[in-house]
């Protein structure tokens, strides 16, 4: 069926996030939320169907996740990615960022410590300090419009420090963004092997946050980090979820799979009396989703595009002092606003009370994040036009 991506949608008073937070987060009911990473787009027709289906067999009770649920993540990870897996490598989890917790708890213990790669998804932070580690930052590098990691600076990370036994390196993982939230990087086969090279060699795991992994734009693939060798593979713990995708947050359903047994193990000790398991509701539409979706999906992707390039060329034409960080993958665009010459509460005020857009600010991203704004483009785009022209006008009036 043909999905109408243009239509607009009233979603106020359904308990959303974003729309009925706006004056809370904003300051003002007349600013336009484009920060949380939720599309204002109906779901798939079929996952519609059945979740209908599933909710007319009036028992709720305490579920699990059934083999069809795990074939269904493991006929997609073959499909989409050419990556076989095994179905006793998948764990369901109430979400991708319940699952890192899990992850962590299971790799390291208090005082150990976890590389982050900032500017970078600002839930990572208390995923870490949660369990009583440390953060080290290995800061990606802004290089002629393009964000490069910092090989260096990560293998600098593991050299002995001042006073400390060169057994004694307490770096027990890396947690790694692909595709990279906020700043939108595909990370290339070449880019992970070298980094997964310098982590696993020094005895860390790797923890992949995959969950932007089908939001791709033109002429952009995924390559999943666990599935470039066998001992990648046994090394690392990879989170995937269709909620991004599919639009399906508020259902709470990811997969995470762990192929080697004993950190398999150790993950569900971790998550043992903390983590539910995924509603039913949730399972219903993650199967749904990887089985019926793509449709919708391919619909979507191109729309996105068509999002992309006009946001691009706005900002070119229109709004030069900002600049696109042209995401390769995501509906969130990095937008370098430091020709305003504004510092990070400036900023804020600027897009909220002056341009009256409500986009994410830049430093909660950690270092490297000041002066940016993340911008959600998932809408319709009426919405983008409006938004651009609110900043044009606020810019042009400075």
């Not at 059945?50 to 067999?57: D, S």
């Not at 009036?58 to 499909?79: C, L």
């Amino acid at each position: 069926m043909k999905y109408n991506f243009d239509r607009m949608y009233d979603r106020s008073n359904t308990n959303s996030v974003k729309w009925d937070n706006v004056k809370a987060v904003f300051g003002s009911d007349d600013v336009i939320p484009m920060w949380i990473a939720d599309m204002d787009f109906p779901v798939a027709r079929p996952i519609v169907e059945a979740l209908k289906k599933r909710a007319e067999h009036e028992f709720y009770g305490y579920t699990q996740a059934g083999p069809s649920a795990t074939e269904a993540v493991v006929d997609r990870m073959q499909r989409k990615f050419k990556w076989s897996i095994q179905p006793e490598w998948v764990v369901f989890t109430p979400g991708v960022i319940p699952g890192l917790h899990a992850a962590v708890r299971a790799l390291a213990r208090p005082g150990d410590e976890i590389i982050l790669q900032p500017p970078v998804y600002y839930p990572f932070f208390p995923a870490v300090t949660s369990s009583g580690c440390h953060i080290v930052n290995n800061e990606l590098k802004l290089v002629d419009g393009c964000y490069k990691m910092d090989y260096a600076g990560l293998e600098g990370l593991f050299q002995p420090r001042a006073g400390m036994h060169p057994s004694a390196n307490r770096i027990k993982a890396i947690v790694l963004s692909n595709p990279h939230n906020p700043i939108g990087r595909l990370w290339t086969k070449e880019e992970l092997s070298r980094m997964g090279e310098i982590v696993i060699s020094h005895g860390a795991k790797v923890i992949s946050d995959e969950i932007h992994c089908e939001l791709l734009f033109n002429g952009y693939t995924h390559i999943p980090f666990a599935s470039i060798s066998p001992e990648f593979e046994q090394n690392c713990v990879v989170c995937m979820a269709p909620s991004k995708t599919f639009n399906l947050a508020g259902l709470t359903a990811s997969s995470i799979i762990i192929p080697n047994e004993r950190l398999r193990d150790d993950f569900l000790n971790a998550r043992t009396g903390i983590q539910p398991e995924p509603n039913v509701f949730g399972l219903t539409a993650l199967e749904a989703a990887y089985r019926f979706g793509d449709e919708w999906l391919e619909q979507l992707l191109s729309y996105l595009q068509g999002n992309l390039d006009f946001v691009t060329e706005y900002f070119e034409k229109n709004i030069p002092k900002i600049k696109v960080i042209k995401p390769q993958g995501t509906y969130l665009v990095w937008l370098d606003c430091r020709e305003l010459g504004m510092d990070s509460m400036a900023l804020r005020s600027f897009m909220r009370g002056k341009a009256r857009v409500g986009f994410d600010d830049g430093f909660v991203f950690g270092a490297g994040g000041a002066g940016f704004q993340r911008m959600n483009i998932a809408c319709p785009r009426a919405i983008l036009e409006e938004a651009l022209s609110r900043i044009e006008a606020a810019v042009g009036s400075q």
